[in-house]
């Protein structure tokens, strides 16, 4: 049996920050510039798919700036603590609740 590793869950948070980060701001530049090319193509203009390409990576840039802030303002103590109590979000202890359910 495979002992787990204290960092084990670190970098598989790290990494599925660091896609969230990459996703946060692919999407909405994906998708305005897909609307800039459908309205190009529609009104046989030319600049939407920049405007709207632009448009989209400050959306993007937008949501990775709310993302980083709501991590950093996050006390990371706290969350550690309550991780390494196991404790659940009521505060009581999963083990203890495991043991009076058997």
């Known amino acids: 049996m495979r002992k787990d590793k204290p ?8 990494l599925a920050l660091i896609l969230q980060f990459g996703i946060n701001m692919l999407v909405p530049i994906g998708m305005m510039t897909a609307l800039g090319i459908y309205l190009d193509g529609r009104f046989d203009t030319s600049f939407w798919t920049i405007l709207l390409f632009f448009v989209g990576a400050v959306a993007g840039a937008q949501n990775i700036y709310k993302m980083a802030k ?3 303002d996050t ?4 969350f550690n603590k309550k991780e390494r109590s196991g404790a659940d979000e009521n ?10 359910a058997s």
Do not use: T
């Open 91 to 100: 505060g009581g202890s999963i083990e203890k609740e495991k043991q009076d």
């Open 7 to 14: 960092y084990d869950k670190s970098v598989y948070r790290s």
């Open 70 to 72: 709501r991590i950093f």
């Open 75 to 78: 006390p990371a103590d706290d």
